[in-house]
Structures are given as C-alpha cells and as structure tokens.
C-alpha cells in the first residue's frame, strides 16, 4: 500500500470530516478512501476513528497520528519544493566560448558582474579564433559573429555588427576624404587578414558596389588595425563594437556615410546545443548577455 498517499486521506478526511468529501478532494471514490484507511488501520494495528453515522471522531491513537502525519506531510512538500527550486538555480559550471578580441571586451569584462548576480555559478571562458576549436569543443555557450554553419548548434541572435570605414582626424588632415567607395581603391586602407574586397550598398540604389583595396599594413586581429587607424596611418574597415567608443570619443572619423559597408558576418549570435536551451544556467547567461549588450549604445 502507498502509505504517504494514505497518510494524505487521512488527514484531508480528518480536516473535511468524511470519506465523502476527502474522496471528491483528491479525485477518488469514498469507496477507495475508505480502503485505504482501513489498511492504514491494519498495518498500524490500531483504529485511528470512531466511526459513526454523522461524524468521524478520532481515537487517541488517531489524534496522534494526525499530529505526527500533517508534519510529514508538510515536510515532504518542503522537500519537493526544495528539490525543484534547486533544479531551476543557475548552479554548476559553465563552459563558454568566444572570439579573442570580442570576447576580451565585452564577455570579460562582464562575468565578474554576471557571478556576482549568481554565486552559485562557476564559469570556465576559453577565447579563440578558429571555427575548428569551437567544433571540437563541447561548451556550454559559444558566441559566434558571422553566421553559423554548423547544424549541431541552435542559434540565437544577440546583436547587429555593423561595419564602418573610419580614420583618425589627423589622417584626413593629409589625404582627401573619400566621397566614393570607389576612391579608397587610391588610398591607404588597413587590411584585416585577407579581407581587401571591400563591398557597400547605397541608399539611393539597390547596386552593390565592390571595391579592391590595399595597403602598407594588415593583420590577423583586428586590434592591430584599430591602433593603426588611430594613429593615422590609414583607413580601416572595423565593426562598431571596436570602433564604436572610438567613433563617439572623435579619436576616429567615420567617412563615406551615405554608403553602407556589406558584410556576410552582420549578426552576433550565441550557439548552443538545442538539448540544453532550458538549462536554467544557459538560459541566465543568454538573458544576462542579451541585457548588457542592448546597453552597448556605441554598437548602433
């Protein structure tokens, strides 16, 4: 016999003064109720009511066990609700991926605010560049900027990244601003790894424009080629996230500004395996970062 789930009967037809009524309470027949009493009777060898034919009336025993039973009972809630309140805490580890200059940043620089929110919570970030050390890798949480091509992954769109052709003030001081995307064929132009075709759209035409560019410097990394840009050595094609505080402090100008710059890597997005988008500590990190980054107001 389901002794807790007799103990439940016994104390609802204690507190609702008959079978009839505790029945209806947890969906069963009197009938039903009345066995499971009955068994509770037999297995604890004792009577728990003196029955009659208006009221239930406990025994001593009944009185007792009453007592005894409505403080297990509320100790078993207590347990559940424990049970399920821990399975929904943002606790354990979590293993997040992100680019080294992105991630450096912006995801860096807010975990100490993001485990202070939730102590419970340790968080292990490995920052990298190539896609082959995020596919080889399990983590809880990888932010990708460009969009994902591997389908083991469930995507979830975090930010815009916008591109800007920009230069320190001083360079334009020397050289003639670009009016034209076309004119930056002639000019000095920063190049960030391989990237020397430079694509814009414009506002007034649906034409996409393509425009080959080169310089005297280019790296792998984008920092370098926002140091370069600032000490006017040239123009750069960066994303806001970088250049952005540089734009809004004037260390750096933003030119052709009729002229969108198209890029295929456009949105920053947050993978993770689609089995855990209801893990409580994935959901807090994704919500957290979402958060901060709609603060970024330099990135728009």
């Not at 123009?235 to 710059?261: D, I, K, N």
Request: glycine residues 6%; negative net charge.
């Amino acid at each position: 016999m389901d002794h807790l789930l007799a103990m439940r009967l016994f104390v609802s037809s204690v507190e609702l003064g008959n079978f009839s009524r505790a029945a209806a309470q947890h969906n069963f027949q009197a009938s039903s109720v009345s066995r499971y009493i009955s068994g509770l009777e037999q297995d604890l060898g004792t009577a728990l009511f003196r029955r009659s034919s208006r009221q239930l009336l406990l025994t001593d025993a009944g009185s007792a066990f009453y007592e005894r039973a409505t403080t297990i009972l509320s100790e078993v809630s207590e347990a559940w609700r424990m049970a399920g309140a821990t399975s929904a805490e943002t606790v354990g580890s979590l293993k997040v991926w992100a680019p080294v200059e992105f991630g450096m940043l912006y995801v860096n620089a807010l975990l100490p605010e993001f485990m202070a929110r939730n102590p419970g919570l340790s968080v292990e970030l490995t920052l990298g560049e190539a896609d082959s050390e995020l596919r080889s890798a399990e983590y809880d949480l990888a932010l990708q900027i460009g969009e994902p091509a591997d389908s083991r992954f469930y995507a979830e769109r975090f930010a815009r990244n916008q591109y800007e052709i920009c230069c320190a003030p001083s360079y334009l001081e020397r050289v003639a601003e670009p009016h034209f995307p076309s004119a930056l064929g002639e000019q000095n132009c920063l190049i960030h790894t391989e990237r020397t075709n430079w694509q814009f759209c414009s506002a007034k035409s649906s034409v996409d424009i393509s425009v080959e560019v080169s310089g005297n410097f280019r790296s792998n990394l984008l920092s370098p080629v926002l140091e370069a840009a600032l000490a006017g050595a040239g123009f750069a094609r960066l994303p806001l996230w970088l250049a952005g505080p540089h734009l809004e402090a004037g260390r750096l100008q933003s030119v052709l500004g009729t002229y969108q710059v198209k890029c295929q890597d456009s949105t920053i997005y947050g993978l993770y395996p689609e089995k855990r988008s209801t893990s409580p500590k994935i959901r807090a990190f994704i919500d957290f970062l979402t958060e901060s980054f709609e603060r970024q107001t330099c990135w728009n």
